[in-house]
């Protein structure tokens, strides 16, 4: 338990998963890529994995339903931690490197093999090249990827501002791939082009002001899943308005709320085609001295456990 923390037997609090069993079958595998020494901007995002994992046992993992007003305590409720077999993989070792990142792409795919969901925590995002890789494994021209990112993530070169670019050298359909968010003042037109060129789905942030988010992920799994491979989900949490997240050196005003990246994150765990998904950019020795950005991050991974508890049917 974290320092500090009251101990309840009535409020068991969540994280401290077991490592996976090698011969046993899981439902949901996290794993730190800390990633964090060709990132743009000067990041300990390789800090983050271990801060999350201590956030974690702020939270609980009881889930309630909404319900009618007619319906008030009759909801739905499940704790996922009685519900889910989850695990922890622990951290990739140097996965800045040309063999660490081959390294973590292989456990990561050795973790899918056998779990429904693998959530990769970074580091910034150049983790989601071993993330999607690893995931899509052979089948990688059918996969889709479905990114939540104030950027584009074209550059050129090897950093966390090119992971987009760098799957599509490696194979991956540009479309089928979708990026939600994308923010103005965050990008330039020579990568906004690239995407247009490439086939690239673009989901302003503006259309998120107007559009349910159900229907956005909607169309988003329908044309990241049209290959008929696995879909692997970025959750750049950079995405979200710099309010929530001052952890993440290149969020800004205007960005997502707190609760839709949550709400996101919950619908696209929920889809039998999402079967990764990385939680990226968020520096843990930047963040506000509440710990906002980090506590954000470990509710992903809560959020996530909870959409794969609706997929299975738990």
Not at 187 to 192: D, T, V
Request: proline share 8%; charged share 25%.
């Amino acid at each position: 338990m974290a320092p500090g923390l009251p101990h309840d037997p009535s409020w068991p609090r969540t994280g401290g998963w077991p490592s996976p069993d090698p011969d046993g079958p899981a439902d949901l595998a996290l794993i730190g890529v800390p990633t964090s020494r060709t990132s743009l901007s000067p990041s300990n995002a390789h800090e983050t994995p271990a801060a999350v994992r201590e956030a974690l046992q702020r939270y609980s993992s009881h889930i309630v339903g909404s319900a009618l007003p007619d319906d008030r305590g009759d909801e739905s409720e499940i704790v996922l931690d009685e519900a889910l077999r989850i695990v922890d993989a622990g951290d990739c070792v140097d996965p800045d490197t040309e063999d660490g990142e081959l390294a973590a792409a292989s456990a990561i795919a050795a973790l899918a093999a056998r779990t429904e969901l693998v959530v990769a925590l970074g580091g910034d995002n150049a983790l989601t090249v071993p993330a999607a890789l690893g995931i899509a494994g052979s089948d990688l021209p059918q996969a889709g990827l479905i990114t939540f990112d104030a950027h584009h993530d074209l550059r050129d070169g090897r950093s966390n501002g090119s992971p987009v670019r760098r799957l599509i050298e490696a194979g991956l359909d540009p479309r089928r791939i979708v990026q939600v968010g994308i923010a103005d003042f965050a990008n330039s037109r020579a990568y906004r082009r690239r995407a247009k060129e490439l086939g690239v789905t673009v989901i302003h942030r503006d259309e998120l002001h107007d559009r349910p988010m159900p229907d956005v992920i909607a169309e988003a799994l329908d044309i990241a899943g049209a290959g008929g491979g696995p879909v692997h989900v970025d959750l750049d949490v950079d995405v979200c308005d710099r309010s929530v997240a001052p952890g993440c050196p290149a969020s800004i005003p205007g960005g997502l709320q707190a609760h839709e990246i949550r709400r996101a994150a919950r619908l696209l765990a929920a889809d039998p085609r999402v079967r990764g998904i990385d939680i990226a950019e968020v520096d843990a020795a930047a963040d506000a001295p509440d710990g906002r950005t980090v506590r954000l991050a470990a509710l992903l991974v809560l959020e996530a456990a909870a959409g794969l508890a609706r997929r299975l049917g738990r």
